[in-house]
């Protein structure tokens, strides 16, 4: 069955970095379509970024210059990187993928930034 499992969350302060990654089982990863998204306490999930599978990617302007998505077709494998964190960059982050029409999410991964 398909299972998306993010990592790599954690407390980091503002101005700080954090990498995400998404790992993905159960579907042909390197023809996905893989994205990332955010929900913070109190508000709807957002996008945040979009990886195609021949690499061509899209942020919300929110993270844009801020976030880079990439992927490893390798490995199954989407990363997120996070730079120049805000408090308001503080969320649960989830990977996401749609398969026939129909939506995959991880569990998600914490992300606190301090101020």
């Known amino acids: 069955q398909v299972q998306l499992v993010e990592s790599g969350g954690g407390l980091v302060q503002a101005g700080g970095s954090l990498r995400l990654s998404c790992t993905a089982s159960g579907i042909i990863f390197r023809m996905s379509v893989m994205g990332w998204y955010r929900q913070a306490p109190g508000k709807q999930r957002e996008w945040v970024a979009t990886?195609?599978?021949?690499?061509?990617?899209g942020y919300a302007d929110s993270v844009k210059g801020r976030f880079t998505i990439s992927r490893d077709n390798a490995k199954n494998m989407v990363y997120l990187q996070m730079n120049s964190l805000k408090s308001e960059d503080t969320a649960v982050y989830y990977c996401?993928?749609?398969?026939?029409?129909?939506?995959?999410w991880g569990q998600g991964t914490q992300v606190t930034v301090s101020s």
């Open positions: 996401k993928t749609i398969i026939g029409g129909r939506e995959y």
């Open positions: 990886i195609a599978s021949v690499g061509v990617a």
